[in-house]
């Protein structure tokens, strides 16, 4: 039971079962959750959260939410942190809703941002595991959308 | 286990008994033992191996003593014994091996098949207890293939660190941590799991068969990959040792030696940049992750105007908190001081108001959002021009490196056209061996990332597998079994290699401590590791490998590092026993040894000639030492005596 002044948590975020291998691939996990230690190449992402955020950001740009069918454990939420990840998937809560009361119920604010990555997921990973190196892909993409045209030495 | 006293008969050079008593102090804790050559300063090393282990000696010649021989009529026996007294774990033990020979006539001597050795554990009230399996039990305290390291002699031990000796670096760090034990429990799991698969595959019929099949051909092809990868390391590993040897034959060539400096220096600063680049890698990662913000960035624009209006309304913060009105529906009483009794209008105006109110959670968390909003909104533009600016960070390294390549090229090109055949020659040959090392540097990634794929790909099959159905109840109990077998052999796996990596750098770390505490030219090195491949290679001060230009003497030091470093590290404890260890040693390096090695261990004994122990190594070593002694050889007679000085 939830009274007034207590805010409902969630204590994992969940994605869809069949992005769970691209989320790790963009992570740089490896079989048996080991981490590539390769700083040739390193993965486009430090963590499966930062992907999370960028597709759920990403699927608020193209302003839809699919919700999950078949979904899988990605993370646990107490590895977002207040500043700035909750602020921004509050932000995005409050504007899905038009409304602050849903800055109570956690359980709520994760599902709107499940949903809004699991839109904006196949984007993300559509430009950023396109052939070439994924964290340049990923450069070259923020620069194209919010930069400018992308330096063509990228 | 640390070794109190050793008593000799008619062992070698020393005729009748014989006795040196080690120093158990924890401060004095050297026994310096000096002989000049031939006194038989090896032989009472030769005495401490044979004893505990009995080898070293076949030749009976060799072993007992020749005037004991000469004196011993015919009809009877000789003995030849080694007695030594040790500690190890709070006890006390007493080991003793003899080789017994009988005299049959003046020239012929029947001795035993092979010395025996017997064992026994000292009370302190002199009551013993006789070790069964005495060999099985030293082995247990300190393994022979262990022991090398820690009883060796000073005049070979640079053998680590000579070129074309990785492998010694290789067995020394799995022997002394016991990585060939973790490795064959490996071995032996796996094919236990072999095995039940096999079973298995015989019960087992229709989808189940097709799929353990399948997975029978990943683990074989698995297997043939990391055979392979260890072959290509190997040759990777040879390569390089070619390459360091041409590029040593090149930088001895007077006439291009303003060159090769200049080769040196141009890959020290290409290594650099690299190095710089890959730290940018990570930055660029930071900034790149961080972007989510600006995707955002219209449902941070929408929320923050929910919120100001909001505010504007006067509803958050608002203008009567919550507990304001709780507070005073409870005390029933107005803000002005009238009663407000249940039921009234006021009252049911109170209940109104607080209705409308706002939780303080909810209050506290809206202040926060707002605020953070505005901050982010605000620090937008810095995070892209943050990595629009590392971006072009990146290219300049990037042209920068490509001029340094070109540099180097231009070098190499005049090195080809050179006017001699030696250098040209030379020259071509280390392009080769470069060539070859990039080519199997791309093997070696294939095949590990075809290792990876297949891990993979058996992953997702033992899902399969466990899903499929399994008829026979005893292909069920082999299932598990085959999986339980498999689990743990991925995990001797893992552990292997986590446990090895970890354990290498350990050792890497104590031997660049003691290196840079006992080598005179600490400033011109700045690092010591030991790499994957187990190769041990010190960097001088510019950051490039430097083992083949250090000096014999520096090698010796390098190794002693190895093996103190090793020592450190290993859980054994044995007491370090060094044969004539400063005989190609400067005095500096004497210095730096007679102060810093009686600190990495807890017993240490001397075997050393009067010239290699004198002046300043005498007085830093004089403080440690707890007992000393002389070897005296007796010309007349051809043996030696031991004698004590303190």
Not at chain 1, 42 to 65: E, N, Q, T, W
Not at chain 2, 216 to 239: G, I, P, V
Not at chain 2, 281 to 310: G, H, Y
Request: net charge negative; aromatic share 6%; charged share 30%.
């Amino acid at each position: 039971m939830t009274t007034k002044d207590s805010i409902t948590k969630r204590d994992r975020a969940y994605v869809e079962e069949s992005q769970i291998e691209t989320y790790r691939q963009l992570a740089g996990i490896r079989n048996g959750g080991r981490k590539s230690t390769s700083d040739v190449n390193p993965a486009a992402y430090r963590s499966l959260k930062d992907v999370f955020l960028m597709a759920a950001s990403i699927g608020v740009r193209i302003g839809r939410r699919t919700p999950l069918r078949e979904r899988k454990e990605l993370i646990m939420t107490s590895y977002l942190n207040n500043y700035p990840d909750m602020a921004v998937l509050n932000a995005i809560a409050i504007a899905d809703k038009h409304g602050v009361d849903v800055l109570t119920n956690q359980d709520e604010i994760i599902t709107i941002a499940e949903e809004y990555a699991n839109t904006g997921f196949e984007e993300l990973s559509r430009r950023v595991l396109a052939a070439g190196i994924p964290l340049l892909n990923l450069a070259a993409y923020l620069l194209e959308e919010f930069g400018g045209e992308a330096n063509e030495s990228l | 286990m640390k070794i109190e006293l050793m008593k000799l008969t008619n062992f070698r050079q020393f005729f009748g008994e014989q006795t040196v008593r080690f120093s158990k102090d924890a401060t004095r804790n050297a026994t310096v033992i000096c002989g000049v050559n031939g006194a038989g300063k090896t032989s009472l090393m030769m005495a401490l191996s044979w004893c505990l282990y009995g080898y070293e000696i076949e030749n009976i010649g060799q072993l007992i003593n020749k005037q004991a021989l000469t004196e011993t009529p015919e009809g009877f026996s000789i003995e030849s014994k080694v007695q030594l007294v040790f500690t190890h774990a709070g006890e006390r033990y007493t080991a003793t091996r003899v080789m017994k020979a009988d005299r049959i006539s003046q020239e012929k001597w029947k001795r035993d098949v092979q010395s025996r050795l017997t064992l026994a554990r000292v009370r302190s009230d002199g009551q013993f207890e006789t070790i069964n399996n005495p060999t099985g039990f030293i082995e247990s305290i300190l393994p022979y293939n262990v022991s090398q390291y820690f009883f060796f002699d000073g005049e070979k031990i640079d053998q680590f660190t000579k070129p074309g000796h990785e492998d010694e670096v290789k067995s020394a760090v799995r022997n002394v941590l016991k990585i060939e034990v973790l490795e064959r429990a490996r071995t032996h799991l796996a094919s236990v799991a072999k095995e039940y698969q096999q079973e298995l595959k015989k019960k087992a019929t229709g989808q189940l068969q097709t799929l353990l099949e399948k997975q029978d051909k990943l683990r074989t092809e698995l297997e043939a990959q990391r055979t392979n990868l260890e072959k290509l390391r190997n040759e990777r590993s040879a390569a390089q040792r070619q390459l360091g040897d041409i590029n040593e034959q090149l930088s001895r060539i007077e006439e291009i030696r303003q060159l090769e400096e200049q080769r040196k220096e141009v890959v020290a600063t290409i290594k650099a940049k690299e190095e710089e680049k890959d730290r940018l890698w990570m930055t660029i990662r930071e900034s790149t992750n961080k972007c989510f913000v600006l995707f955002a960035q219209p449902a941070l624009e929408k929320a923050l105007a929910v919120l100001d209006e909001k505010r504007a309304r006067g509803e958050i913060p608002p203008g009567i908190r919550e507990q304001f009105v709780q507070d005073l529906l409870t005390q029933e009483r107005c803000i002005c001081g009238r009663p407000v009794t249940a039921g009234s209008t006021e009252h049911d105006e109170l209940v109104r108001l607080l209705g409308k109110s706002v939780s303080s959670a909810l209050e506290n968390s809206v202040i926060q959002t707002a605020g953070d909003l505005r901050s982010l909104l605000t620090g937008s533009d810095d995070i892209l021009n943050q990595v629009k600016m590392l971006m072009k960070q990146k290219v300049d390294i990037e042209n920068q490196i490509e001029s340094l390549n070109q540099q180097l090229d231009e070098i190499s090109r005049h090195l080809q056209g050179f006017d001699r055949e030696e250098v040209v020659v030379l020259e071509k040959k280390r392009i080769e061996w470069h060539e070859q090392i990039t080519l199997l540097a791309g093997s070696i990634g294939g095949s590990e990332e075809r290792m990876n794929q297949l891990r993979k790909e058996l992953e997702d099959l033992k899902v399969e597998i466990s899903k499929a159905e399994i008829h026979e109840k005893s292909a069920k109990g082999l299932q598990r079994r085959l999986t339980l077998s498999s689990k743990a052999t991925d995990a001797l796996d893992r552990m292997c290699e986590v446990f090895a990596t970890d354990m290498r750098q350990q050792i890497q770390k104590e031997v660049l401590a003691i290196f840079g505490k006992l080598i005179w030219k600490d400033s011109q090195f700045q690092n010591v590791r030991i790499s994957n491949d187990y190769q041990l290679e010190v960097f001088d001060r510019w950051g490039l490998p430097a083992r083949r230009e250090l000096s014999a003497g520096e090698r010796q030091v390098l190794s002693l590092a190895f093996i103190t470093g090793m020592a450190k590290v290993t859980e054994e404890e044995a007491p370090l026993v060094m044969d004539t260890p400063f005989g190609r040693l400067s005095s500096r390096h004497r210095e730096n040894i007679t102060q810093h090695v009686p600190e990495i261990t807890k017993q240490l004994v001397l075997l050393v000639t009067d010239e290699e122990l004198h002046s300043r190594a005498r007085e830093n070593l004089e403080p440690r030492i707890g007992m000393e002694y002389e070897l005296v050889f007796d010309q007349a007679i051809g043996c030696t005596t031991i004698k004590q000085l303190r």
